[in-house]
């Protein structure tokens, strides 16, 4: 059989120009993703190879992830980092920085400066930011780069994330170029794992290659032959059998040529089953090795990743003249790649060679394998584990993978672990007894980070099964209940796997107590406030029996979150309880975690600066422990303090972001979600903000957070009123208030009341907007909660049946939003107070507060408000609206947009009609129209398409009409 030609690129002429055009013009994100066989890494090849080759001032870094991995996090970023050397300015000009990679690169130690004070940081994730920043700083030194990292489907979460962290906002000189399989992506379309958002001033492709056409596999039958291409007849049937692949096309054609290299009829081509074709091709090719050679092929294939020659030569064991490396390598079965490694062009390739060899010679090879693997320092124990399943030695599959399972989390790989124990537990090889004590691990590694579905699954079919001694299947519910409740948001799932644990739990006081004291948290469920005090009283009992001190802490924390949370008087004196200078690392832990609680909980109520105070212990305790989790919730948190206290600068993207890294774990995004739908109504868009608001957690009666809920749906209320769908309110208050009532706390409606009770009042029924203001008065009486008091005023406002009491109750909700500070709410008050003023005919007191209100909505950036107000001072009088612009002041100078005008360029670039624009800013469609045609003007587009959102720095305060 004669060998064909390995062929220039053919087909794919535009996206080589799309990617050559991207890496030569840096910042750049270049995603080619394809199947398997369509050609990527040969596009890639034919870009990079001709920069590698001339020795430019580009440099070429490339890594590799593989289907078997090691727990080892940016492996394949630090494999390319390697190489960087020759292009590194001397190490004195090196920010100190990129010191810290010292240990991650030892080649480079020469090449970088000492690691900077202070040592390794305590908190991993704090650690790991450090850790990217100096790829950062390196990888800017070292510009112009080109970075490729191939078959990104494989890669460790690690990995993703340093990539994202690269392409938020890449070095000027970086081009980054990441191939994948889009199919076989974790998260289906996100091979970064979170969506990726091009930042600006940076170049983003997506090259999508797809299988050739029937002149296309011409042209590579032809490129393959080194002559003419084959008749159109063949193509087509070629074509046909092969669907367009690159890589299959390529190795039928080389198992079809005759000794002369001619091709058959295209009837040749009936009788290859189309499944069979790649394989029957392989062993075509396999067929002309020596024994060495085909024992060396096999080894490679049985060990799957690329591999050195000693590791080769190990497991083929052949005679000891011929490693057959050589041959392998000439008829092209193997290929060379980088830092002395051998391995298949391609994993279908390994796949055919590892199919043709016979069941005993496979476990054979599988087993000097484990021999050599296991000589390494230190042993790659995923590949171990891997080796020992397919020899049939069990016992060391599971020692193995046990030992890979806890290396990864101690690593911080998490879902390397669990998915290393989900292995073990999927396979019915593994004993029984070895199951429980498994699934032990797993739940309790996976409750540390964020993937579940699939544990989840795996706990529950084995506690489906009754070989599970009572105490390990109490303690496997307990942790399948705290996984469902907080990484997977199925809290009412989550509390009935917890109360179903709990009488196996009977010899385990300790741990019975951690699952009542979850039970306790009041914020989630249908069950009165009672029943969760009891349940804490319970806990607190199970506690004292038996006194496990890190336990004992997370007691401890949850009752005092569970005080704070409803605004309990002692709430303060309670948590100077918490033991913040306990020795023991595990009870800090806990107390780290009580203080986020106590965090959000203060935010709910008002307490602001103690917040403040509640979040710095808790950052400062997590960093002193190495605890993620609380330093996690605090951020989530955080983000909704800034919604409530007006730091609204940059909020959307921080939220935005939020929402795509707990895609698995949408309870964590609820504050994302009502902070992402109230900057929507605030901004007058609709649609988004309904759906970000329903997002929320209010139609999950069981499962949503209560508090976040509760003032979601205020937004949804405020948004109905606003569409003029009065009953559509209404129904959103009555369901929203019933489940305040039906748990008893009544702190958490300082927005929902105010906003039901103005509906209540504008459908005539006064008098039950009478009795739900006194039900939220007495409920909230005696209770520790700022913003409730504000917001009972404003309720009072709303149903005050004369302007003075109006004004009177406004007036002070005014004052107290403004003390906390709730910009936002200070404004609507003073708004609603206005009209109280209006009424009262005092109209210069009226246009102040109006004034005053758009003037704290356009800081905000809030643009539906402030053209609410300016509305009204166009109502209030002409002279009124003419003074405050005089205040003002006036802008706008040839090519800059002024205010107005900016408002209307965001709408336009958000894809908004004239007519909406209209209805949002309370302006008449002509006068729309006449401000796009400005905005096209200044801005030198000629369409809609054209126009970008102008930067928040760009947007100044309240503007004339």
């Known amino acids: 059989m004669a060998s064909a030609a390995s062929p220039a690129l053919v087909g794919r002429d535009a996206q080589l120009r799309l990617l050559n055009g991207a890496i030569t013009g840096p ?21 990079i190879d001709p920069l590698r080759e001339a020795g430019g001032e580009r440099t070429v870094l490339l890594g590799h992830c593989h289907q078997i991995r090691e727990p080892l996090p940016y492996g394949p970023v630090f494999d390319a980092l390697r190489h960087v050397a020759a292009a ?49 700083a390196l990888l800017a030194a070292a510009g112009p780069v080109v970075l490729v990292v191939e078959d990104l489907h494989w890669a460790d979460d690690g990995t993703r994330d340093l990539l994202r962290f690269l392409t938020d906002q890449p070095p000027d000189g970086l081009a980054l170029v ?53 008749t159109p007849e063949f193509a087509a049937k070629l074509h046909e059998r092969t669907a367009g692949v690159p890589f299959v096309i390529e190795e039928v054609v080389r198992s079809l040529l005759d000794d002369e290299g001619r091709l058959p009829e295209p009837e040749a081509l009936d009788r290859m089953a189309v499944p069979l074709l790649l394989r029957e091709a392989m062993a075509e090719r396999l067929a002309g090795l020596s024994p060495g050679a085909l024992s060396t092929v096999r080894a490679a294939a049985v060990l799957r990743l690329p591999a050195d020659e ?88 599971q020692r193995h993978g046990s030992a890979a399972a806890d290396r990864a989390a101690a690593l911080g790989d998490i879902p390397l672990a669990v998915e290393v124990l989900e292995g073990l537990l999927a396979d019915p090889k593994l004993p029984r007894d070895a199951r429980g004590p498994l699934a032990l691990r797993l739940s309790g590694v996976a409750a540390i980070g964020l993937s579940h579905r699939r544990v989840v699954r795996i706990l529950r079919h084995l506690l489906k099964d009754d070989f599970l001694s009572p105490q390990v299947r109490g303690q496997a519910r307990l942790n399948l209940g705290i996984l469902l409740s907080n990484q997977a948001g199925a809290v009412a799932a989550g509390r009935q796997e917890i109360l179903t ?111 403040e105070r509640f979040a710095e212990q808790s950052r400062r305790i997590a960093e002193e422990t190495g605890a993620l989790y609380p330093e996690f919730l605090v951020e989530m948190s955080s983000i909704r303090l800034d919604l409530l206290t007006g730091r609204w600068k940059g909020l959307r993207e921080r939220a935005v972001a939020a929402v795509e890294m707990t895609f698995e774990a949408p309870l964590l995004a609820v504050d994302a979600r009502l902070t992402l739908g109230m900057l929507a109504l605030a901004r007058g868009e609709w649609d988004e903000a309904g759906a970000h608001l329903e997002a929320a957690g209010v139609r999950d009666l069981d499962s949503g957070f209560l508090p976040v809920a509760a003032a979601a749906s205020s937004g949804l209320v405020e948004l109905h009123l606003t569409r003029d769908s009065l009953e559509s309110a209404l129904r959103e208050a009555d369901l929203a208030v019933g489940r ?49 008091q504000a917001g009972l005023d404003a309720a009072r406002g709303a149903l005050a049946r004369d302007a003075d009491e109006a004004a009177h109750y406004y007036a002070r909700a005014r004052a107290a939003y403004e003390a906390m500070p709730r910009p936002c709410d200070a404004a609507r008050a003073a708004e609603s107070e206005s009209g ?26 809030a643009t539906h408000d402030a053209a609410r107000c300016r509305h009204l001072l166009r109502e209030i009088g002409p002279e009124m609206n003419r003074a405050a612009a005089r205040r003002r002041g006036r802008g706008g100078g040839s090519g800059v947009l002024s205010p107005r005008e900016s408002e209307v360029a965001r709408l336009v670039a958000l894809g908004r009609t004239n007519r909406e624009i209209a209805e949002v800013l309370f302006l008449s469609r002509r006068t729309v129209d006449t401000h796009v045609a400005k905005v096209l003007r200044k801005l030198g587009v000629r369409t809609r398409a054209d126009v970008r959102e102008p930067r928040p720095d760009d947007r100044p305060g309240l503007v004339e009409s």
Do not use: C
């Open 27 to 47: 910042p750049s994100v270049i995603q080619v993703q394809g199947e398997a066989g369509i050609g990527k890494t040969r596009l890639v090849r034919a870009a």
């Open 88 to 136: 590194l300015p001397p190490r004195e000009q090196l920010g100190p920085l990129t010191g810290v990679l010292r240990g991650y690169l030892p080649e480079l130690a020469d090449r970088l400066p000492p690691a900077p004070s202070p040592q390794p940081l305590d908190d991993p994730r704090a650690e790991r930011h450090r850790l990217f920043r100096a790829v950062h």
């Open 178 to 230: 990441v191939t994948f399989r889009r199919e076989e992506l974790p998260v289906p379309g996100l091979p970064f794992g979170h969506a990726y958002r091009r930042a600006p001033g940076v170049r983003g492709e997506v090259i999508s290659l797809t299988p050739l056409d029937v002149e296309g596999v011409r042209s590579l039958a032809g490129a393959l032959l080194g002559r003419s291409a084959p």
């Open 310 to 397: 000693p590791l080769i030569a190990a497991v083929s064991a052949p005679a000891p003249s011929e490693t057959g490396l050589g041959q392998a390598l000439e008829a092209g079965v193997l290929l060379e790649q980088p830092d002395g490694q051998y391995g298949f062009r391609h994993t279908l390739a390994q796949q055919a060679v590892y199919d043709t060899i016979p069941g005993p010679e496979r476990r054979l090879i599988h087993q000097r394998a484990m021999a050599a693997l296991a000589a390494l320092d230190p042993p790659p124990l995923v590949q171990l584990a891997h080796h020992a399943r397919r020899a049939g030695d069990f016992a060391a599959w």
């Open 501 to 611: 644990a709990l009488p196996d739990l009977h010899d385990s006081p300790s741990l019975a107590a951690r699952g009542l004291a979850l039970l306790a948290m009041p914020a989630w469920g249908g069950e009165p406030l009672s029943m969760h005090q009891e349940w804490m009283v319970q806990a607190e009992k199970l506690i004292d029996e038996d006194h496990e001190p890190e336990l004992a802490a997370a007691v401890l924390a949850n009752k005092v979150s569970l005080a704070m949370l409803v605004g309990a008087p002692d709430a303060f004196e309670l948590v100077a309880a918490l033991p913040v200078d306990d020795p023991a690392t595990a009870v800090r832990r806990q107390v780290a975690r009580g203080y986020s609680n106590l965090y959000d909980a203060a935010v709910a109520l008002g307490h602001y600066a103690a917040a």
């Open 740 to 788: 305040l009532r039906r748990k008893g706390v009544w702190v958490w409606g300082d927005q929902l009341v105010p906003a039901a009770a103005g509906a209540l009042v504008r459908a005539g029924r006064r008098g039950e907007a009478a009795d739900l203001v006194g039900e939220f008065a007495a409920g909230i009486e005696s209770r520790n909660a700022p913003s409730a």
């Open 836 to 861: 109280a003023r209006l009424a009262l005919g005092d109209r210069e007191r009226a246009a102040d507060l109006v004034a005053d209100a758009g003037e704290r909505y356009a800081v905000l950036g």
